[in-house]
């Protein structure tokens, strides 16, 4: 699976959102409705899945599906 | 003392016994029990092996997959009840201004199964692992935050957490909210969801479960029976809309009963166990039938806390002797415990649900299980079957571990009276 795949798969189910909804653009909370406390839980489901450590600094970069992938990327996480 | 009056007219319920009122209403006087093998959670691992679960309820489906995934199994509960409840009423924002409209539900515990599931995880992987859900769903005074969510209801919110009385209390505050004149609507019930390991472990462990009907879990509530050998732990939340009298007339509710009078007190005596001869009990009852206007003789009908333990039993027959006088002898008592088991912090909504449809139909519903009377159980405790009764004025129990005692007096509601 694409690393746009795994990550699209948690934000549906952390968020409850539709998989269409989830686009490159799409904006955690504006768009996904996604609140504070829903973002605590998903940045855990990340660091999880990818094994890694998101400072509160970098998790509060991470404002849309896009940004999540390319802060991945940056970690050198590819798939 | 407010001449306000409180009536109710909307009911809503999930329960052991049904998830619609009627259901409820139909299965409580057919004396159909709702308890079964306990299955949400292993029973081998328990000496007490049955209890009153909630079936076919699917929070994903009645309330959305958000509201499913972030609130425990009560809060799920009391959503559900309490949206029954406010369509039943007939309320909406055009008929009850939002500000006017007060929530307050009990709950013994609140989310136990949150807790412990996260406290699972905070163990295995660390308390950084815990959940930004835990604590908004483990609170107890959630599904009171939630459900004015719901409704958009803005009035006093609040929950009240006294074990077993829990919900009568918050019936209590509620009927107190209206008639001093801080709302003119209260949401109010109660909800408990403690099918787990903890709940079942703890009273277990205080020998306050039946064991010794786990193979016929249809019998193993007896409430004043001779073989009753404890409680049976059972789930589930039952909403009350109550309704400032001339509010709801003007509107043109449809009026179930009256909620005549409160009584409350404490034993202040022991942790768990009653008062001797219920003095407690019989304080609440006596303060309730004086907050009502009642004199003993005009109750017909008691609906019990009866909790089919020894003690409980024992004590609150004590209290309704006490209470009601010569009337005890005539004066109809049941516990409906008997088919719904005993819900904990929502089994006074129970059954002062139970108690108002039983004004309201003329039939009182029967201690279903009841066969022989226990020591010191010598009521009319309407065994097995329910009786056709025109009664008037009935009187519902509560009691809860520290002591505390609520009595809700009822009357059926007759229109200009």
């Not at chain 2, 209890?51 to 997959?65: H, K, N, Q, T, W």
């Not at chain 2, 509960?77 to 007939?90: H, I, K, P, T």
């Not at chain 2, 009963?257 to 942790?271: F, L, P, Q, R």
Request: aromatic content about 4%.
């Amino acid at each position: 699976m694409s690393l746009e795949n795994r990550i699209a798969e948690i934000i549906v189910s952390r968020l409850n959102v539709k998989p269409e909804e989830v686009t490159d653009s799409a904006n955690l909370k504006d768009d996904l409705g996604a609140d504070s406390l829903d973002m605590v839980d998903l940045m855990m489901d990340l660091e999880d899945t990818f094994n890694l450590k998101i400072s509160d600094e970098e998790g509060n970069t991470l404002q849309t599906v896009g940004s999540v992938v390319s802060f991945l990327k940056t970690k050198g996480i590819e798939a | 003392m407010s001449d306000k009056r409180v009536v109710i007219t909307g009911l809503g319920v999930f329960s052991p016994i049904g998830n619609t009122t009627s259901e409820a209403w139909e299965n409580a006087v057919a004396g159909k029990s709702g308890v079964r093998k306990l299955s949400r959670i292993d029973p081998e691992l328990f000496t007490s092996q049955v209890a009153g679960e909630v079936r076919d309820f699917d929070p994903s489906e009645l309330l959305g997959p958000k509201n499913a995934r972030r609130n425990d199994r009560y809060t799920q509960l009391a959503m559900a009840a309490a949206e029954q409840a406010w369509a039943d009423s007939g309320l909406d924002e055009e008929s009850a201004d939002p500000e006017r409209v007060g929530v307050v539900i009990g709950s013994g515990v609140g989310g136990m199964e949150t807790f412990e599931n996260q406290h699972a995880i905070a163990l295995d992987r660390g308390p950084r692992r815990i959940s930004s859900m835990f604590v908004p769903m483990m609170i107890s005074n959630m599904a009171a935050g939630q459900v004015a969510i719901d409704l958009n209801a803005k009035g006093p919110n609040f929950a009240t957490v006294t074990a077993c009385a829990s919900s009568s209390h918050a019936i209590a505050s509620s009927v107190d909210a209206i008639r001093l004149g801080r709302a003119d609507v209260m949401v109010t019930g109660g909800s408990e969801a403690p099918l787990t390991m903890m709940s079942i472990g703890g009273f277990c462990s205080m020998k306050a479960l039946c064991t010794t009907f786990n193979d016929e879990p249809e019998k193993a509530s007896r409430p004043f029976d001779k073989d009753r050998s404890g409680f049976v732990i059972a789930e589930g939340a039952c909403i009350l809309v109550l309704e400032e009298l001339e509010h709801a007339i003007a509107r043109g509710a449809h009026i179930i009963a009256e909620v005549a009078g409160v009584g409350m007190s404490c034993d202040a005596h022991h942790i768990t166990a009653p008062a001797p001869g219920g003095e407690g009990c019989a304080r609440a009852m006596k303060m309730a039938m004086q907050d009502a206007g009642m004199n003993p003789e005009d109750v017909d009908y008691v609906n019990a806390h009866g909790t089919s333990t020894n003690l409980n039993d024992i004590n609150e027959t004590a209290a309704i002797r006490a209470a009601l006088g010569a009337q005890a002898d005539r004066v109809l008592v049941s516990s409906t415990k008997s088919v719904h088991g005993h819900m904990l912090g929502a089994t006074g909504g129970m059954e002062i649900m139970l108690t108002a449809l039983a004004l309201k139909n003329g039939v009182v519903p029967p201690t279903a299980t009841h066969e022989s009377p226990g020591e010191g159980c010598d009521l009319d405790y309407v065994p097995g079957t329910a009786r056709k009764a025109d009664i008037q004025c009935a009187l519902s129990n509560s009691l809860g571990f520290g002591g505390h005692n609520v009595c809700i007096a009822l009357r059926k509601y007759k229109g200009d009276s």
